[in-house]
């Protein structure tokens, strides 16, 4: 396998690594994975995350592991058990589904593995597209607002909605950005903070409940952010409070954006109901822990509600940009989804 270096994963020398993003910003700590069931827990623990960013991540493990001599019914087997790692981002089944194809090939070896670099270069390719069309809208001066984590930390590339505002930025479009931190795991406190220091990026963090207050002033211009999956009528799940956002930019006029590749669509999914969400560990939103470690606030067995994600209408979105343009509610009313079939 190829040297491949993306900020979250990496090989070196047919071997990959993981950056556990549990752990920032604070430390920066590389693990070997060689297993699967070690890339199955890095993916739950969400050490490893991002929509697209898992689904590479699952193939470069499988890449590795043909590449050590796994069986081709075996590599079957491990594809399985990765796809039900986490349920939301269709990534994740839309690459396993191409390393499947790679695996029913004569020489299902080099196949997986030429299938893996390729996915991972052609992440890097659909980010600077998303980007390109993403920062075209971006005005001189505006104040920018994004949600999570959507950055080189959850891609191969640049990034979707952060590889927008980043791109904006390089250009020189003198733009601000609010950065939510958003609750429960900090993403974009602990994630986005960071790559906006890395990226020069001028950003403010904002707790996720003060978005209102600066609409409501004046002080967004536009949103960017990302998505797991996109049903064919355009509704889109992404981060939980995204919904919120969406409703608040409806109400305030604030130009609302999703930026995702064209593998994020699933047509599968009529609507934003039939968008699977998962549901995660009470112990998340009764307090926090990474590394700094524990800290616990709610009472012991606090009952808990915890989804990972929330649904977007379409209708509360301006425009959807992906890596083959940016599209408008007629597009998508006219089928232009169905390019992506
Ligand atoms: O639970 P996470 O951190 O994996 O959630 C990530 C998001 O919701 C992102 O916005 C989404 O994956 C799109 S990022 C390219």
């Not at 960013?53 to 890449?63: D, E, K, Q, S, V």
């Not at 050590?68 to 790692?85: F, I, M, N, P, T």
């Not at 606030?297 to 990972?308: C, D, G, L």
Request: with cysteine; hydrophobic share 45%.
């Amino acid at each position: 396998m190829k040297n491949l270096t993306a900020l979250s994963v990496k090989t070196v020398q047919g071997e990959l690594y993981v950056l556990d993003q549990t752990l920032l910003p604070q430390q920066q700590v590389w693990h070997s994975c060689k297993t699967v069931p070690q890339m199955v827990s890095m993916i739950k623990a969400l050490q490893l995350r991002g929509a697209p960013a898992i689904g590479i991540g699952a193939c470069l493990l499988l890449a590795y592991r043909a590449s050590v001599g796994d069986s081709r019914e075996q590599l079957l087997l491990d594809a399985e058990v990765l796809r039900a790692a986490r349920p939301t981002a269709v990534n994740l089944m839309n690459n396993l589904d191409s390393m499947l194809a790679a695996l029913k090939q004569t020489d299902f070896t080099l196949a997986a593995i030429a299938c893996a670099e390729q996915l991972f270069a052609e992440d890097v390719e659909l980010c600077q597209r998303m980007a390109e069309h993403g920062a075209a809208l971006v005005q001189e001066g505006e104040q920018l607002l994004t949600h999570c984590n959507t950055g080189g930390l959850a891609t191969a590339g640049v990034g979707t909605a952060l590889g927008v505002i980043s791109l904006a930025h390089q250009q020189g479009k003198n733009i601000r950005l609010w950065v939510d931190e958003t609750r429960p795991l900090l993403q974009g406190g602990r994630l986005t903070a960071w790559e906006c220091q890395q990226l020069g990026i001028p950003y403010q963090l904002i707790c996720d409940n003060m978005a209102a207050m600066l609409m409501a002033r004046g002080q967004v211009d536009r949103i960017f952010v990302g998505s797991d999956r996109i049903a064919a009528n355009g509704d889109f799940a992404n981060k939980v409070g995204t919904y919120s956002l969406a409703v608040l930019a409806h109400y305030h006029k604030v130009p609302f954006y999703v930026v995702a590749p064209h593998t994020t669509v699933d047509l599968a999914c009529a609507d934003g109901s039939a968008i699977p969400i998962e549901q995660r560990h009470a112990d998340e939103v009764r307090g926090v822990s990474g590394a700094f470690g524990k800290t616990v606030w709610a009472p012991e067995q606090a009952p808990v509600f915890n989804p990972a994600f929330d649904v977007t209408p379409a209708a509360l979105v301006t425009g959807w940009v992906f890596d083959t343009g940016v599209y408008s509610h007629a597009d998508i009313a006219a089928g232009v989804l169905q390019q992506f079939a």
